[in-house]
């Protein structure tokens, strides 16, 4: 198994389509930190212009904490497709290749080649998320210092003491990994239907964008009920690292988490809905007839 | 059964071992795909050192076959033995021993030829060094070209890889599914070359399936043709293209009374099949005359009685009925 998730590995570095990930996620988080390089104060003017009047902000609001959030909240949504650039063409872009057959010919067992095959598109999803860390996280906490943290949510606002802020990105960025995962495991099966590679990568950020907008839609009591089921409404679940508890004098618990089970339970379905996915395209790969 | 002839006290056998001479048997194999029958209870097997022809027309059921032979597609019924054992329960096991190209020599474009061929020892299980790949790769005269990137290469070229890759880990049994499509003239000899030299060199056994007669004829120890997803003849290339066994094509009045009357006759031995409009005979070229005057004596009424010398004309015959465009001679 080991010399299989090796070789697949090898085969991912070694295509050029694999290093467009890591160079789209570098470029827009470039543009991002140059933006706010140069024009940093105006959107930070912007963003407290509610509540400049009730509030008043000592210290730096503008640091690597603050732009890494920003720069997650924009990113996180666009990851999935560059996960789905892979993760969807590991088998159909083999398929249209036609080194599928000659892979399978070899003393491998459709499952264990399967296996291999999803935990080198896993290890992929893991390390885009770790480069996305060093440039999101450790490269703007060196551009732009750090401070704390300080969020505007719908009804309230957070304040993190920057000693307390970054074991939370480590919980965030292993969860998105999480999250990414799951959006490799729905490409990984979809990937096993087809024989060339865009039809996966379309049908993957599709069946994304459709169940995102059913995720949100929460005014229609038919969507609230299969709302809690849908994989795309855990997969922001990383934001909970974010929310604070409060004790009853309304003072921060340094080191908590407002709802811990929440993201327990985002995990469990995301974990779930990889499971079914995997489960589901070995189930339907043993049983395949190779005609490419 | 040949089971019995393994060398080995281990719980898993060990085809490398197998000393049995019938290497494939293939038992009333069959594979349908929808409405579609692709093939239909095929029966064949294939000697330890035999150079296999597989013969037939596009679309006759080849591939397919090759396919289930090579794991690639569930059979839906039938049975297939390779080394004394059962493809669907020791597949792993057999795979080993077994290389293989299907079709087009498909390999990571974006990879030289020697990673190619690295990755594929690998992934077989051979433990080969670096001397050992550079030497396969000479044998298919791609050492120059070893570290070139295979997206550079002729069909030729990533032809001949295949088949290095496909011999990587010293197989008994090698599979060419069509290996000379889509070459030149260079290509295709050089591919010929190759499957004899595997043959008579290194004692392996091949199965090389062609719709080019002459590529097989030219290869081949023993040949099987395969129309419409069933087998039509089969026997020792010395036999198939033997002039002496010429085939007769025979054309009545009436078939079907010819046909029950030489089953009855002395000539029964000698049928071997009903297609279109034609009684197919197989006979030595001196019987002609006699076959002649007894089918007078049968009552048969003769419209045309036709040697054919070539297997060529044989092959066109027996797989009739595929033809798409009329036949013209200069």
Known sequence: ?292 | MCNDVFQTRSRQPDPRSYLCSVIVKVSHLSKQFNEFRAVRDLSFSVEEGDVYGFLGQNGAGKSTTIRMLTTLITPTDGEIEIFGLSLASHRNEILRQVGSVIEKPDVYKYLSAYENLALFARLSGSGRTRALLMEQLEMVGLAERANDKVKTFSQGMKQRLGIAIALVHDPRLIILDEPTNGLDPQGIADVRNLILHLSRERKKTVIVSSHLLGEIEQVATRVLIIDKGSKVTEGTASALFDPAQTIVALQTFDNDYAWRQLQLSVWSGHLQQQRGDAILLKMDRNAIAQFNRDLVDLDIQLLSLQPRHSLEDYFLQVTSGNQHVDTYTN
């Open chain 1, 1 to 292: 198994m080991w010399t299989l998730i090796q070789i697949e590995l090898f085969k991912i570095f070694r295509r050029p389509r694999t290093y467009i990930a890591f160079a789209a996620v570098a470029a827009l988080i470039g543009v991002i930190q140059f933006g706010l390089k140069l024009d940093g104060d105006a959107y930070i003017a912007f963003m407290m212009r509610d509540i400049n009047s009730s509030i008043s902000v000592e210290g730096k609001i503008l640091n690597g904490y603050q732009v890494c959030y920003i720069v997650l909240q924009a990113l996180l949504v666009h990851v999935p497709l560059l996960i789905s650039l892979v993760a969807a063409d590991m088998v159909s872009g083999e398929a249209n290749m036609g080194t599928l057959r000659l892979m399978l010919t070899r003393p491998v067992g459709r499952t264990k080649f399967l296996l291999a095959k999803f935990i080198a598109a896993t290890v992929y999803t893991v390390l885009l998320l770790v480069w996305l860390a060093i440039l999101a996280l450790f490269l703007n906490m060196l551009i732009f210092g750090v401070d704390d943290l300080f969020l505007l949510k719908s009804q309230y606002v957070v304040l993190l003491r920057k000693d307390d802020i970054f074991w939370r990105y480590i919980g965030a960025f292993g969860f998105a990994a999480l999250a990414m995962t799951t959006v490799a495991a729905l490409g990984f099966l979809l990937s096993l239907f087809a024989e060339n590679s865009i039809g996966p990568i379309i049908a993957t950020m599709s069946v994304i964008v459709f169940l995102t907008i059913l995720s949100t839609l929460s005014s229609i009591p038919l969507f609230n009920t299969i709302k809690p089921y849908l994989f795309t409404t855990h997969m922001i679940s990383w934001k909970e690292f974010f929310d604070i508890k409060v004790n009853d004098a309304n003072e921060a618990i340094i080191g908590s988490i407002q709802n811990p089970g929440r993201i327990i339970r985002s995990s469990l379905i995301l974990l779930a809905h990889i499971a079914g996915f995997l489960g589901i395209g070995i189930w339907v790969f043993r049983k395949k007839d190779i005609l490419s």
